[in-house]
């Protein structure tokens, strides 16, 4: 019997998807709860047709090394800020990630951010709990949306679906990015430079990727240009934020909440002093993180690992430039290998 390939998973993952992938493959996986050792990961690539990976890891050139067989690399999660993808294109490995499938999902946890902070439903809700109902103060008051401005930095595909969920709320919507987008997807959301979008949003909410450009975009000098009534929501990725600067913005009132969906570090460890800040709600880094919407990205990343140890084409390759190509047919010469082979081709003119 042929061999099947062999793909490693270097940690935890849906069961599910995992039953789905060995129907197609050998997997060997790493089941510790403890993070897989790198130089054990990296012996096991040896051996290796694919790679799923699961972080805590760095995905560069030195993990590939001596990889001489992988084929593809493929991760549940649409941001690669663990990934060196030009070092993986320069040793010929596409990789995969999961874009589309997460994107109501998370502008559905980003707004459910906003929408908790803005009516301070953690605080009055402990209150009710702790059978202390009467003796709410009155300063935990919530404020309007309506009427209010969203700043969107970062509009990306999700962006895009916070700015829907938003104006439904009846909220003036702005963005900054990149580079200003003249396409038909933007609807009603106006460009700003990133000064004019922080003077006068009431909500900033930040998406943007991690890269060189964007860590520690939000510094010091980043939240006092907010109002001093704002609130700052982060769904992008943790070191976006100089969490020191947060803090102190946080505790001089500089700005009046955060919400925050990423922090840095990741996980957050119980002595943190962000922990210890009164106006500041956080959650786990749960964006994507529903049954079906986890499940879809698993299957994703499945097939794209199935597809590249088969060296077919990956749905959803961050590095098309050495993502396989699809096989062209050659009809001529497959009807002269029919014909040598002695089959009819009569029947098929
Ligand atoms: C989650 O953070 C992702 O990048 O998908």
């Known amino acids: 019997?042929?061999?099947?390939?062999?793909?490693?998973?270097?940690?935890?993952?849906?069961?599910?998807?995992?039953?789905?992938?060995?129907?197609?493959?050998?997997?060997?996986?790493?089941?510790?709860?403890?993070?897989?050792?790198?130089?054990?990961?990296?012996?096991?690539?040896?051996?290796?047709?694919?790679?799923?990976?699961?972080?805590?890891?760095?995905?560069?050139?030195?993990?590939?090394?001596?990889?001489?067989?992988l084929k593809v690399i493929a991760q549940a999660a649409v941001g690669y800020d663990n990934v060196?993808?030009?070092?993986?294109?320069?040793?010929?490995?596409?990789?995969g990630n999961t874009p589309g499938v997460l994107n109501e999902t998370v502008a559905e946890l980003a707004f459910t951010l906003i929408a908790t902070a803005s009516r301070r439903i953690i605080e009055n809700a402990n209150f009710v709990k702790d059978g202390r109902w009467a003796q709410r103060p009155s300063n935990i008051k919530g404020f309007d949306l309506s009427r209010r401005t969203l700043g969107?930095?970062?509009?990306?595909?999700?962006?895009?679906?916070?700015?829907?969920?938003?104006?439904?709320?009846?909220?003036t919507v702005v963005y900054h990015n990149r580079n200003q987008r003249l396409d038909d997807k933007i609807h009603k959301t106006t460009y700003m430079e990133l000064d004019d979008l922080l003077a006068i949003s009431d909500v900033v909410c930040v998406m943007a990727p991690l890269t060189d450009e964007t860590y520690h975009m939000c510094d010091e000098a980043f939240f006092k240009k907010m109002k001093n009534t704002a609130l700052f929501v982060n769904v992008g990725r943790g070191?976006?934020?100089?969490?020191?600067?947060?803090?102190n913005a946080l505790k001089t009132d500089e700005i009046d909440y955060a919400a925050l969906d990423v922090t840095d570090p990741e996980p957050l460890p119980a002595d943190h002093p962000l922990l210890d800040v009164e106006n500041c709600l956080i959650v786990p880094h749960i964006g994507s993180y529903t049954d079906r919407t986890r499940l879809d990205m698993s299957i994703l990343t499945a097939d794209n690992i199935i597809a590249g140890v088969h060296k077919r084409p990956l749905k959803t390759c961050v590095n098309e430039e050495v993502n396989y190509k699809k096989p062209q047919m050659d009809v001529e010469f497959a009807l002269e290998e029919l014909k040598k082979a002695g089959v009819d081709l009569t029947d098929f003119d």
């Not at 060196?84 to 990789?95: K, Q, S, V």
């Not at 969107?152 to 104006?167: D, L, N, P, T, Y």
């Not at 070191?239 to 803090?247: E, F």
């Open 1 to 69: 019997m042929e061999k099947k390939p062999l793909v490693v998973v270097n940690g935890l993952v849906r069961k599910d998807a995992i039953a789905y992938l060995k129907e197609h493959v050998d997997v060997r996986q790493w089941t510790e709860k403890t993070v897989m050792p790198r130089e054990v990961l990296k012996e096991w690539l040896i051996d290796a047709d694919g790679l799923w990976c699961v972080r805590p890891l760095d995905v560069d050139g030195d993990l590939v090394k001596n990889a001489s067989n």
């Open 84 to 95: 060196n993808i030009d070092e993986l294109t320069a040793a010929g490995i596409p990789y």
């Open 152 to 171: 969107i930095i970062g509009m990306g595909a999700i962006g895009v679906s916070i700015s829907r969920r938003a104006r439904a709320f009846g909220m």
């Open 239 to 247: 070191p976006i934020v100089d969490t020191k600067a947060l803090i």
